[in-house]
């Protein structure tokens, strides 16, 4: 019996490879995440950041994720890149407690409902506060996404920016709608 | 060492077995290799599009993956993190308190009764258990030892609980559900984490955790763990000898050693001591002894995992481990090797089907030595032959089919599986989810699960009974009978065919329900059957009266469970829940009792965020009586005050069972490896500090 078992196993396992090249071709329109991406790594050009944010010249840059990763392999595009002589890196994490020092924190959408004791928590933390929460930066967060007809825009607190001493690029500025909020 | 098949044979079948497992392995690789280079390209582009190209991309919707669990069509709860911090639980199965639809009844101070609807029993035989994909279910007696399994609770991500069968993705033993508990990545747990308290019932416990990250890409974290628990209480207010204690460590390593690519290694050892009351019986008034004893628990285990990835379309997964238990007591000394593999390959074939397939094989080694009958006493359950050997062989296939994108999904999909003792066995499943919009999913299934055999129902002789022999003819020379219940080698699985059906909705921003309903048809459960008495002359004369398990019985089951998450302000959550459980016996008595569950269960929790960086977390829970075991219904409350005085310090001052000295949830069922005591009330303190 376990002889036949094992047969239908192989077979399985033999016919199987063989379909998968055919059965994985891939689409590729690009996701919003993944433009969202590529804003991040782009605000590691255009933010400044304050004294103190890195210990030395070439300290990493980090990106960390609060809750759900919404890039997936997305962020492999990332692996290797450097910017003003800084590595990249991406730290994802679970919860408020796990969150280790980081440049960027871009807030998921699962944290939807922990918005305000995020933003309380990394009150004067040296991080650029990010999300596609909406009203995110209105809340007290840094940068917020919104997509208007298929396209993707910034909402920028500035008050939130200059509490945490970050300087942004008035190249991105110009292209943002700049909003107040607590 | 007795084999049910030859071993040549069954070494030769291994070997094949592995190589061709490997030989799948490798060309799927190859395949996905070639992939990922060609669809990497786009993405990397995309970061070197200047910020003003950037503000001009036309984009498509967000993609749907985390929506994944409000689509199940499963009846699923996930405890976070938060969840279990909040909860002021201190171990694992006191976690699971929380989950609706769960039984949870803590037997003594060191032993748990878990399962999920009905069935519930020190060794509930039918909830598969699973730790980062390791089975913590035992084949020596079918079941989950729930002293043996932990973790630093801050390490773990969340525990999925699903309720109904899960057996053709998860594996056998998956007939009442799976409980499937997941440990961070390692990337999460960086820095220093230091914590530690004490209190009545806790005694002591401390735990200290560090992760760093070894290059750009690796990282891990080492973690070791201790606690004491206090001594028990029986129902009559003496004092009961569980005194625990119990240190274990760990570590996990998780790697990206090139794109797509993930490594996991982790593995864990413990040894502690814990106090039990055992029984035994004698051939002589009274008949039945007691006295108390130290078990001694000790373990560990070693796990890999390498998970290949190609976007979003297809995952390969390989997994082996090895774990390693052992218990010892006055009873019998009792140790468990297990070692694993498997393979799993999952398809997205876009847009509609996503496929997943996967073999495995896991093999048991078992022995379970009685040490009371070297001292002249009656062993309680000896089993023949000592040691054994079980090899289980898996394979499974499932499609989830989107026959309207988003809307409606269909899901098929079966297990086929070979055990030692019953062969194949065959466990599919169907679902259906309707989703009419984003707040609303409807669901149906109908599958069909197992209970594979363990080494319980085939090779114990269940000492449970002694008597005066009540015939007097022989009782001058018999003067006593032994009642037996012997291990069939002709076991059967016993077997579920389910149907649920379930709805949730988040009608609101701030609320959501989940509602489920379940009706069980079981049929193959065991019972016991009488056989003809007959005399023993060892270690005196006497009679045995014996009974021979026989999988013959039929039980419907049918239940709903309620479960709802209210946050009518953002600084207040409140959640309820409602199980409703009915057991019907077809026909004659089983082994378990229609009602050691209860018929209704209730809890409501409530979590409030305070100024100041307060937290009030609070929970009552009802269970209804177990009328077959005399055990009257309880309620029991538990509150826990959490501050963060500074952002890396977590004060916590935490009272479980607040309103009850003490009551009992289980036990007086018989074949309890040790006497059952009650539920204290405990309050602690405790101290968090992270860096």
Wanted: proline share 5%; hydrophobic share 40%.
């Amino acid at each position: 019996m376990k002889r036949v078992f094992l047969h239908i196993l192989l077979i399985i396992l033999m016919l199987f490879p063989g379909s998968v090249s055919n059965l994985a071709a891939a689409t590729a329109s690009p996701e919003d995440s993944q433009v969202v991406l590529a804003f991040l790594y782009n605000f590691t050009l255009f933010v400044e950041w304050p004294e103190g944010a890195f210990n030395s010249k070439d300290d990493p840059i980090i990106i960390g994720i609060i809750g759900d990763d919404p890039f997936g392999e997305g962020l492999h595009s990332l692996k290797g890149r450097t910017v003003n002589g800084r590595k990249v890196l991406v730290n994802i994490f679970k919860d408020i407690q796990d969150v280790r020092v980081c440049h960027i924190l871009f807030v998921s959408d699962s944290e939807r409902d922990r918005v305000a004791t995020i933003v309380a928590a990394f009150r004067k933390s040296k991080m650029l506060l990010v999300s596609r929460i909406p009203d995110f930066a209105r809340r007290g967060g840094t940068i917020n996404f919104i997509t208007t007809s298929n396209k993707i825009g910034l909402e920028i607190n500035l008050e939130a920016a200059k509490r945490e001493g970050l300087t942004i690029n008035s190249r991105l500025l110009n292209m943002s709608k700049i909003i107040s909020g607590s | 060492m007795e084999k049910i098949m030859p071993e040549k044979l069954n070494k030769l079948l291994g070997v094949v077995f592995v190589l061709c497992l490997l030989l799948s392995v490798g060309s799927v690789a190859t395949v996905l290799a070639g992939e990922a280079e060609e669809s990497a390209k786009p993405k990397d582009d995309m970061l070197n599009l200047n910020v003003e190209d950037l503000f001009n991309i036309e984009v498509t919707s967000v993609s749907k993956k985390t929506q994944k669990l409000a689509n199940a069509a499963a009846a699923v709860f996930v405890i976070t993190q938060d969840d279990i911090r909040r909860s002021g639980a201190t171990s694992i199965p006191e976690v699971l308190r929380i989950v609706p639809g769960l039984e949870v009844a803590r037997i003594n101070a060191t032993r748990w009764a878990i399962s999920s609807r009905g069935f519930n029993h020190l060794y509930a035989n039918k909830l598969l258990v699973l730790m980062d994909g390791r089975v913590l279910y035992t084949p020596t007696v079918s079941g989950v030892d729930w002293d043996l399994q932990d973790t630093l609770l801050e390490d773990i991500d969340r525990i999925e609980v699903i309720r109904g069968p899960g057996a053709t993705l998860w594996g056998d033993n998956a007939v009442n559900g799976v409980i499937n508990i997941m440990t961070k990545h390692a990337q999460q747990t960086q820095g220093a984490l230091v914590t530690g308290g004490a209190g009545n019932e806790e005694r002591g416990f401390g735990g200290v955790r560090y992760g760093a990250r070894v290059g750009d890409d690796s990282y891990y974290r080492i973690y070791a763990k201790y606690f004491n628990r206090d001594k028990g209480v029986d129902s009559m207010g003496h004092e009961t000898p569980e005194q625990w204690d119990l240190a274990r460590g760990g570590f996990r390593f998780d790697s990206e050693p090139a794109r797509g690519n993930a490594l996991t290694i982790q593995g864990d050892i413990f040894a502690g001591k814990a106090g039990e009351q055992l029984q035994t019986v004698t051939l002589a008034p009274p008949f039945t002894t007691a006295f108390d004893d130290r078990r001694k628990q000790l373990g560990g285990n070693i796990l890999g995992r390498w998970q290949r990835s190609n976007s979003d379309t297809s995952k390969i997964s390989l997994q082996s481990y090895y774990d390693h238990n052992e218990l010892q007591d006055q009873y019998a000394t009792e140790r468990l090797d297990s070692f694993a593999v498997e393979f799993q390959h999952q398809l997205l074939i876009i847009p509609r089907n996503e496929l997943v397939w996967g073999v495995g094989y896991r093999s048991a080694w078992s022995t379970l030595r009685d040490e009371l009958a070297k001292s002249g006493r009656i062993p309680v359950s000896p089993m023949n032959p000592v040691s054994r050997q079980l090899d289980f062989y898996n394979a499974f296939l499932q499609d989830e089919i989107a026959l309207v994108p988003e809307q409606l999904v269909f899901t098929i999909g079966t297990k086929l599986e070979h055990n030692d003792y019953t062969g194949f066995e065959l466990q599919p499943n169907v679902r259906l989810a309707w989703m009419p919009s984003e707040k609303h999913t409807l669901w149906g299934a109908v599958s069909r699960a197992v209970r594979t055999p363990s080494r319980l129902d085939s090779d114990s002789r269940v000492n449970y009974a002694a008597g005066p022999n009540p015939d007097p003819v022989t009782n001058s020379f018999l003067p006593s009978y032994l009642a037996v219940i012997f291990g069939n080698k002709v076991v059967k699985a016993e077997n579920v065919i389910a149907y649920e059906a379930g709805y949730r909705s988040r009608p609101l921003d701030w609320l959501s329900v989940d509602i489920s309903a379940f009706y069980n048809v079981y049929k193959n459960l065991q019972t016991g059957v009488d056989e003809t008495p007959f005399v023993e002359m060892s270690p005196t004369p006497h009679i045995v009266v014996p009974m021979r398990f026989i999988n013959v019985n039929e039980e419907n089951v049918y239940g709903a469970e309620v479960a709802a998450n209210l946050k009518p302000v953002e600084s207040w959550r409140i959640i309820p829940g409602y199980t409703w459980l009915h057991m019907q016996q077809v026909n004659g008595p089983s082994m378990s009792g229609p009602h050691d569950n209860p018929q209704h269960q209730f809890s409501l929790r409530s979590e409030v965020d305070l100024p100041y960086a307060l937290e009030f977390d609070s929970a009552l829970y009802y269970v209804d009586n177990l009328s077959s075991q005399g055990m009257p219904s309880y309620v029991r409350v538990d509150a826990r005050l959490g501050w963060k005085p500074l952002k890396n310090l977590e004060l916590a001052l935490v009272g479980q069972n607040l309103f009850d000295g003490s009551h009992s949830e289980f036990g007086g069922i018989f074949v309890l490896p040790s006497l059952p005591s009650q539920v204290e009330r405990s309050i602690y303190g405790k101290v968090t500090w992270r860096y």
